[in-house]
């Protein structure tokens, strides 16, 4: 990397096609990388689904009975020892357990329309399927589908992968005209801008993904007309990675808080008193942005968005303010004394 050094057009022209054929390479050999390992990288990113499915099935056999402990059948009166056996000592038999079989089946048919189910001919209800548990699915489409969302589901992760190469190739064009201090700034925050992204993807894959799935697949699933449930819950293949992609690319832009704020307190595009000052209407705006952010608006998704970003809200004012101290301190004529963001 060149620094501080004059560099003609035609020179600058050169090592940005150096930079970028370095970064696409690395683009290209961290997409190989994920294509080699497609089935666990849609395996990781289906198992939240998977688990939230498992979730409404579970509740589907809690409202169908199916997790119900079953009522013992009632048994039919001791049989008292005949003196004398009957003639037709078999037929009568058979028919005493007919009529047994009988009296269940009526005993299943009402206790069926007591808990608001049908049932058919055998007794059995016919969401008795949907209680034992269906597996779930996920469904292509078209026939391209699947193969099109494994491709451009390995570019992302290649870009992702790649990401902190594709990082270092950009600064260090850009740091040529950079000077010392800026370039250490860029070295700072550049990992810490990446740590925090991967913060916010992963507290949306682990939390906020399988919580998010669960409460907007469960209203739907839990219809039922006439005994029967005729939503299904099964998701298209590439609606459902769009989704995933969008929603993790929204929380580790969010998680980007802190440096956004330190970056417009040591501009002072804002003045760290006034951040301090007005946070009140900040946090307001955290609160709506989450609502409308979340992929449901229950209160689990709503928090698990908007207590981080007041978090790290926070802690982007601490940063700023050891920051603006540090610099205070080492140049004490460059501002003016302050007190009242201690009274904020």
């Known amino acids: ?99 047994v079989a009988a009296l269940r089946k009526e005993l299943a048919q009402l206790r069926a329309r007591l808990e608001g189910t049908k049932t058919d001919e055998s007794g059995e209800s016919p969401l008795a399927p949907f209680a034992k548990g269906l597996p779930p699915r996920i469904l292509l489409g078209n026939p391209l589908s699947g193969y099109l969302t494994i491709l451009i589901l390995c570019v992302i992760g290649g870009v992702f992968l790649s990401s902190p190469w594709v990082i270092y190739q950009f600064w260090a064009f850009v740091g040529i005209g950079l000077h010392a201090h800026e370039r250490r700034f860029v070295r700072v925050y550049g990992p810490a801008s990446f740590l925090l992204f991967i913060a916010g ?92 952010l979340t992929p449901t608006g229950d209160p689990i998704s709503l928090a698990l968005m908007t207590v981080p970003l007041i978090g790290l809200y926070q802690v982007g004012l601490l940063l700023a303010w050891l920051a603006q101290r540090k610099e205070r301190r080492e140049h004490p004529d460059r501002f003016e004394p302050y007190d009242d963001l201690k009274d904020s």
Not at 9 to 34: P, Q, S, T, W, Y
Not at 208 to 215: E, F, K, S
Not at 276 to 283: C, E, F, L, M, T
């Open 201 to 292: 993807a992963a507290l949306f894959y682990f939390y906020v993904l399988p919580l998010g799935l669960n409460a907007l697949l469960s209203p739907t699933a839990s219809i039922v007309i006439k005994g029967v449930p005729l939503i299904d819950p099964s998701l298209l293949l590439d609606d459902y990675f769009k989704f995933v992609a969008w929603m993790t690319l929204v929380f580790g832009v969010a998680f980007q808080t802190p440096l956004v704020v330190l970056f417009l307190a040591r501009t002072g595009l804002i003045p760290l008193e006034t951040m301090a000052k007005q946070q009140k209407y900040v946090i307001l705006i955290m609160v709506v942005l989450g609502a409308v």
């Open 1 to 99: 990397m060149k620094h501080d050094v004059e560099m003609t057009f035609g020179e600058h022209i050169e090592e940005l096609r150096r930079r970028v054929i370095a970064a696409l390479i690395g683009i290209i050999v961290a997409a190989a990388v994920c294509g080699i390992f497609y089935k666990e990288v849609v395996s990781a990113l289906l198992r939240p689904y998977l688990e939230a499915s498992e979730q409404i099935q579970a509740q589907m056999r809690e409202e169908l009975g199916g997790t119900k402990k079953p009522k013992p059948a009632p048994t039919p009166p001791a049989e008292t020892p005949a003196a004398t056996p009957p003639a037709e000592g078999s037929e009568t038999l058979a028919q005493l357990r007919a009529d």
